[in-house]
């Protein structure tokens, strides 16, 4: 009882939102709004992502050069580590979907396109990330991957991750040109699967596959615009309060934080002289 008390003492004299609520007209439907008046369990969110990890080591060789060509190659390298679920949480009761923006008490930060570019390498100038949502998806699979998905791995536009891996799992070393450029566009779209992840974590869409028909103009999007444009649709639906789950490229994300706030970035290990010593950031 003496700690409800103190909670809404505290409340008499400590704001729970903006003090002008003109430009942040949001937060009476905010998660931080919800936290505060306590009309939800308090927990960390649960922060999905694609089962598929990509390892360095599962690249075939003959599709690296399409993968540098690309832009998608620095997005590989990044590597996997697991996502710090509460966090992303902390983050997320502070954004704020009016401005786009982290609110702090120091002020506000956000996470650029030019972020997005330095931590990933995808191109961040050109043209737009789209396409059509209506087409004879088996057809453009057979086309542009050489083979049709059975029903039970294509649903709509949506095909699974699991058969895409385990159907490009081996690349012989023999294959002609296109065989290796049929596997590189698997690759990349597994890629844009993790980037462009939603909550199933388990399925990429394939409004994407004709945007590699040509790998030699692929670069010519602004992947890291519109990996940074899904990041923020998915910031911004998670600040509802009754929204549990969330996807997208949050481990982008989490690299952006450490690097920007210092004080929750992890700590660097080395091993100079044969030992192993803690260093910060």
Avoid at 81 to 86: G, K, V
């Amino acid at each position: 009882m003496e700690k409800r008390r103190n909670r809404r003492d505290r409340r008499n004299y400590i704001l729970s939102g903006p003090n002008d609520l003109s430009l942040l007209y949001a937060q009476a439907d905010h998660r931080s709004e919800a936290i505060w008046q306590q009309n939800m369990e308090v927990g960390a969110i649960a922060c999905r992502r694609m089962g598929t990890i990509l390892h360095l080591d599962d690249i075939p060789n003959q599709i690296i050069p399409y993968l540098r060509q690309t832009g998608f190659y620095g997005i590989i390298r990044l590597g996997f580590f697991a996502l710090d679920w509460h966090l992303i949480s902390a983050l997320v009761e502070r954004w704020r979907p009016e401005t786009h923006t982290f609110m702090f008490s120091e002020g506000e930060m956000t996470i650029t396109v030019q972020d997005v570019g330095l931590i990933t390498g995808l191109p961040v100038n050109g043209a737009a990330v789209t396409g059509r949502s209506c087409h004879h998806w088996s057809s453009v699979c057979e086309a542009l991957l050489g083979v049709v998905p059975p029903n039970s791995a294509i649903r709509g536009c949506y095909l699974k991750m699991v058969w895409l891996a385990e159907e490009f799992s081996q690349l012989p070393d023999d294959s002609d040109e296109e065989v290796v450029q049929r596997f590189a566009r698997a690759y990349i779209m597994r890629v844009i699967g993790s980037i462009f992840s939603d909550t199933s974590a388990s399925r990429v869409n394939l409004i994407f596959l004709p945007l590699l028909a040509d790998l030699e103009k692929v670069g010519n999007y602004s992947w890291g615009g519109a990996c940074l444009a899904w990041l923020y649709r998915q910031l911004c639906k998670t600040t509802n309060p009754e929204v549990m789950q969330m996807a997208g490229s949050l481990f982008i994300l989490q690299i952006w934080t450490w690097d920007c706030i210092t004080a929750v970035s992890p700590t660097l290990w080395s091993n100079d002289n044969g030992g192993r010593h803690p260093r910060t950031r």
